[in-house]
């Protein structure tokens, strides 16, 4: 007996510990996410608390512009706030971006921008300070920052090509600059020229971004700002060192509170799959512990204190887990940081941050959900009648109404597919939460209602097994099939993980689909030069002296460089516009112009894709209103509507309209065709030539564009998977858990089975094929929910250019192979325990 | 009858001094106290004894369920003693059958795929006369295709005995297969038993703690603290009550 007990007891620890493991990992995803964007926020805050010590104000202009375009300031200024009084040193800064290029290869930005600025002597005021050499004299010196230098092997005397917004140029490093304390500014790239070169490498002839003070002694900040801000001209503002680092860093905050939550979005999935396995081991426990249960109703404990004892196991398992999953987050925010780094982007380094609040969230999550999820189980714990304690092997469990279930589940599957399709296809404001929503409610009625489907499924997708290899199959077949909900919650969990990653597959491969189609469609140009580095528009883009190369080369014609940019519109919005050749980007891009004339733009109007003009119910002739960081409100006229949509241009202006209305003058990409009488691959030859020197851009042939869309499409695709893993680890950690259970409660069984002969190989084979079976009932309704939803939003989205639905099949069949597969890596531990059951002890196991 | 104890009768199963000890120091039971029993093929004996007497126990070791701590076990010529675990899954799939006091049967599957089960196991077909006689005998009929839940107690216990049988074992091992069922259904179960020895040449070895189900076989020996104190042959429940009376049972 006492062995019994013993056995009792571990297979406690075992059911208990997989259950806690099922929590531990849902918390860390949740800490973990916000160990990575702490860690993140202290280092820019460190970082922008650096750049603004000894700064009392900071002159600028008013407009803080829209996205990343700046506005900037006349240089007259400068001198001007130096006459007030109270005013100590005077630092003006020129900004830009500057790409640094090493052996023909660009350095940097991939992720972290590659900034320049002007250098300065006037050390309180820059966060810049000398480590080795000296300050950039001239044009020709520049200085750059040590991360960079020692990460790239370059030291003082070196030579690097500098792009800017001008032709390639050579600088010789004189100096290596730390940022404050640390290396670098967050990854990025620093290039530090002195004032008047900055001016002339960034467009800014005349022109600064911001003016730092340091006030003179006895001067307040405060006074400082109020008396220079007396001096400044409408459209420039005087604002305290202190408010701009608050301001800048609650843009930082901002910017990452949208990271943060499309992490969080995906460590809810894992607590979503972690909930339902919380929920199917209680209801095991419970149900194996129903003659316990049933004594202790039997010698007088009320309903009530058996689900209060099943609330509080549940309560010790998710305070252990959840203080476990905590910890583990540090090594979350590890994974996070190196999934990012792998597909591209380099978040910055820092000490590792953990709030308070990682922690009191943290714990909170994994109580609240293992409560809510226990609660079912635990109120069903006091329903056990004080009778099956006396009755032998339990009491059969109670089979609630199948039409119930059919009636409840369909209900909800059908309010969560209806507020999938409102929020899809209804012009709802608040779109993305009923498509969250919906799934997530669809999710629960198709959960509801697979045990119906269990039986059938498993019955069709094992009905290979007797066939093939007997008995064992047939056993394993019938066990899967023997408690479809046990089943069914268990695949559930299963569901979700690979219905997400389908949905990911099945969009992102129609959208690899929809660009293929339209670029060999409705891209007319033979080559194209794209942006290498992965930066945001304005942060970042292809010099326009690569375009102006270009249209010298005789090999190539109709250049037609592009560029972005965005404004406010009428309603408020933010949104894209595009800069165009009118001359020559009907020949590269096959707008279809409609009506108007694409001439008729080049002095000053807005082309307008047909959609847009709709909702906008405009006409060729009417006026619209745009805002631009830069100069305002405009009213434009609408000058040519158009049909297609490739590139998701909906707004275009002239490139000189385009340039008037923004500071920036890089270009996205650019297009051009092989002139009459030459061929591809001289017309190439001669591109690459020119884009050589330029480090941040490469020429691409329309396969080549077409492979370069698919392989970003391709590495988003990987970090979802990436993020989406751990939902699936979960939920196979679900397959094993209920395995371990079944065979606990079936050992009689499996002693039978070795007592008439059965090797511990083939009792084996039965556990992995019962997982297998279990796991592709999963698979398979997740490919089904997946496509649901992949067919749906591919739908939903064929106006915004996403217009072939394309099921990659072969994929989907890949991912039903490999749920296979994770069921027998599942079955592993409980099929191991089940053929290693002591046969007389089995036997004798009451 | 006399012929049956005949000296030339082929020995099914014999233990030569099996011991078997669990525990250790103050702990130490002697379950089996060096046992020297020898079984004739064709015979239905029985094993009785009082709680603890270590009846059970020498079923486990004859049966290669379990291992003796010291002594020998074989089972026709074969020496349990070194078989491996594979090996003894072997024996007991092929020359072993089991009727248990309950959970006989894997609930998954009916009543005929149960009975087939050992030799499916195997990768074997049964042989159809044989399978018909045994069905036959059994007097499941209709039953059949039933799963385990639908059919009675008796029912169940006559499949399982069916299950025993269907391979031709050289020995089936009964573990109290009555206790759990009324008494007509025992005594069908334990009629069926009978003929199967008589008619079908069958070896069984039964435990029980019950002289009437014990007075259908050939033979009683009776454990008393792990040894062999008596033996009774042509058994009536009343000499076997007797007997146990004695053994202060």
Redesign the interface.
């Known amino acids: 007996m006492i062995k019994a007990a013993l056995k009792s007891v571990v297979a406690h620890k075992l059911r208990l510990g997989l259950t806690a493991l099922a929590i531990v990992l849902g918390v860390a995803f949740v800490a973990g996410t916000y160990v990575f964007t702490d860690t993140i926020n202290s280092t820019f805050t460190t970082l922008i608390d650096d750049v603004y010590q000894g700064t009392d104000v900071v002159v600028r202009s008013e407009d803080p512009g829209f996205g990343v375009e700046q506005v900037g300031l006349p240089e007259s200024l400068v001198d001007e706030v130096r006459a007030v009084e109270g005013v100590g040193a005077v630092a003006p800064s020129v900004e830009g971006i500057a790409q640094i290029v090493k052996d023909g290869e660009a350095i940097g930005g991939q992720g972290p921008p590659t900034l320049g600025f002007s250098w300065t002597d006037e050390t309180e005021l820059t966060p810049l300070t000398l480590r080795d050499g000296r300050a950039p004299t001239g044009s020709g010196e520049l200085l750059i920052d040590a991360a960079t230098a020692d990460g790239n092997a370059i030291a003082t005397g070196d030579v690097v090509t500098i792009v800017a917004l001008g032709p390639p140029e050579e600088f010789e490093v004189v100096g290596i600059a730390s940022f404050g304390e640390s290396d670098s500014l967050a990854g990025a790239t620093l290039s530090i020229f002195d004032y008047e070169t900055a001016q002339r490498l960034f467009n800014s002839e005349g022109m600064v971004q911001t003016i730092s003070i340091a006030a003179a002694p006895g001067v307040s900040p405060d006074d400082l700002t109020e008396r220079v801000g007396g001096v400044l001209p409408q459209g420039v503002e005087a604002i305290s060192g202190a408010d701009q680092v608050d301001e800048t860093l609650a843009e930082v905050a901002e910017g990452l509170s949208f990271l943060n939550i499309a992490l969080l979005s995906f460590a809810a999935v894992a607590v979503f799959v972690g909930a339902f396995i919380i929920y199917n081991t209680f209801r095991i426990i419970v149900a194996q512990r129903s003659r316990e249960l049933a004594l202790l109703r039997a010698i007088g404990a009320t309903g009530g204190q058996v689900t209060w004892m099943v609330i509080v196991e549940a309560f010790f398992v998710a305070l252990v887990a959840s203080a476990v999953g905590i910890v583990l987050g540090i090594g979350v925010a590890a994974g996070i940081r190196g999934l990012m780094a792998a597909v591209g982007f380099t978040p910055p380094e820092g000490p590792l941050t953990i709030e308070p609040r990682t922690i009191v969230v943290g714990f909170a999550v994994g109580l609240i959900v293992t409560l809510v999820s226990a609660l079912l189980p635990a109120r069903r714990a006091s329903r056990v009648s004080p009778v099956e304690a006396m009755r032998e092997g339990g009491s059969p469990p109670r089979r609630r109404s199948l039409a119930t279930r059919a009636i409840t589940g369909t209900v909800v599957a059908v309010v969560g597919i209806g507020s999938l399709f409102v929020g899809l296809f209804v012009g709802v404001s608040n779109a993305i939460a009923y498509v969250g929503f919906g799934a997530l409610v669809t999710f629960l009625g198709v959960a509801i209602l697979s045990p119906l489907a269990a039986k059938p499924i498993a019955k069709f997708v094992g009905w290979p097994l007797p066939r093939t290899i007997g008995v064992t199959g047939k056993l394993a077949q019938e066990n899967a099939m023997r408690t479809p909900r046990r089943t069914a919650s268990t695949a559930s969990a299963l569901m979700i993980g690979v219905a997400l990653v389908a949905f990911v597959a099945i969009f992102a491969s129609s959208i690899s689909a929809s660009v293929r189609a339209s670029i060999f469609d409705n891209f007319p140009a033979d080559l194209s030069v794209q942006y290498t580095n992965f930066a945001e528009p304005g942060m970042g883009g292809i010099s326009p002296d690569l375009g102006r190369q270009l249209r010298e080369i005789d090999e190539l014609e109709s250049v037609s460089p592009i560029q972005f940019g965005q404004f406010r519109k009428s309603d408020g919005g933010i949104a894209f516009v595009t800069g165009v050749d009118t001359a020559t980007i009907a020949d590269v891009y096959a707008l279809g112009v409609q009506s108007g004339s694409l001439d008729a733009a080049a002095d000053g109007g807005v082309m307008l894709h047909v959609d847009t003009a709709d909702d906008l119910g405009v006409t060729v002739g009417d006026t619209i209103e745009m805002e631009f960081a830069l100069t305002g409100v405009q009213s434009v006229t609408v000058d040519a509507i158009f049909e297609r949509n490739d590139l998701n241009t909906p707004y275009m202006l002239a490139t000189p309209v385009f340039h008037q209305n923004f500071t920036s003058r890089f270009d996205q990409m650019i297009f051009a065709n092989v002139a009459a009488g030459s061929d591809l691959a001289t017309a190439r030859t001669a591109m690459e030539g020119v884009a050589a020197d330029f480090g941040n851009v490469e020429v691409q042939d329309k396969g080549e564009f077409v492979a370069q869309q698919e392989a970003q499409i391709n590495g988003i695709l990987a970090l979802f998977y990436g993020l989406l893993g751990l939902a699936i680890v979960i939920a196979v950690l679900g397959i094993t858990n209920t395995l371990a259970l079944s065979v606990f409660e079936r050992t009689r069984e499996i002693g039978l089975l070795r007592a008439v002969g059965m090797a511990r190989r083939q009792v084996r084979s039965m556990i992995h094929w019962e997982s297998v079976i279990i796991a592709l009932f999963g698979a398979i309704l997740g490919v089904a929910v997946g496509s649901l939803f992949g067919w749906s939003v591919v739908t939903a989205l064929a106006d915004e250019g996403i217009e072939v639905l394309a099921f990659p099949w072969v994929q989907l069949a890949i991912f039903i192979v490999a749920a296979g597969i994770a069921g027998v890596v599942a079955a592993a531990l409980p099929a191991l325990k089940a053929s290693r059951l002591n046969v007389l002890e089995a036997i004798a196991y009451e | 009858m006399t012929t049956a104890h005949d000296t030339r009768t082929r020995i099914a199963a014999r233990t030569e001094g099996a011991t078997k000890i669990y525990g250790s120091g103050h702990a130490e039971v002697r379950a089996l106290d060096d046992v020297d029993a020898a079984f004739a093929a064709g015979q239905f004996t029985t094993i009785m004894g009082p709680s603890g007497s270590g009846k059970s126990t020498l079923l486990?070791v004859l049966a290669g369920?379990?291992q003796v701590t010291s002594g020998e076990v074989y089972i026709g010529d074969v020496s349990l003693n070194t078989l491996t675990?594979?090996a003894l899954?072997?024996l007991?799939?092929?020359k072993v059958?089991?009727v248990?006091q309950?959970?006989?049967?894997?609930?998954?599957?009916t009543a005929e795929?149960n009975i087939v089960?050992?030799l499916?196991?195997?990768?074997k077909k049964p042989d159809p006369v044989w399978m018909e006689q045994v069905v036959t005998t059994v007097g499941l009929g209709d039953r059949l295709e039933h799963r385990p839940?639908e059919l009675s107690g008796g029912e169940q216990q006559r499949v399982a005995a069916a299950?025993a049988l269907v391979s031709r074992p050289e020995i089936v091992f009964a573990d109290e297969p009555s206790g759990n069922l009324d008494t007509t259904s025992g005594a069908e179960l334990l009629g069926f038993m009978r003929m199967a020895v008589r008619e079908l040449g069958q070896t069984i070895i039964m435990v029980t703690h019950d002289p009437n189900a014990a007075s259908y076989s050939d033979r009683v020996i009776f454990l008393r603290d792990g040894k062999i104190v008596d033996e009774l042959l042509e058994p009536t429940p009343d000499g076997i009550l007797g007997r146990m009376k004695g053994l202060g049972a």
């Open positions: 486990h369920l379990d675990d594979k899954t072997l007991r799939r092929e059958g089991f248990f309950a959970f006989n049967l894997i609930p998954t599957l795929e089960l050992p499916t196991i195997a990768g839940t299950r």
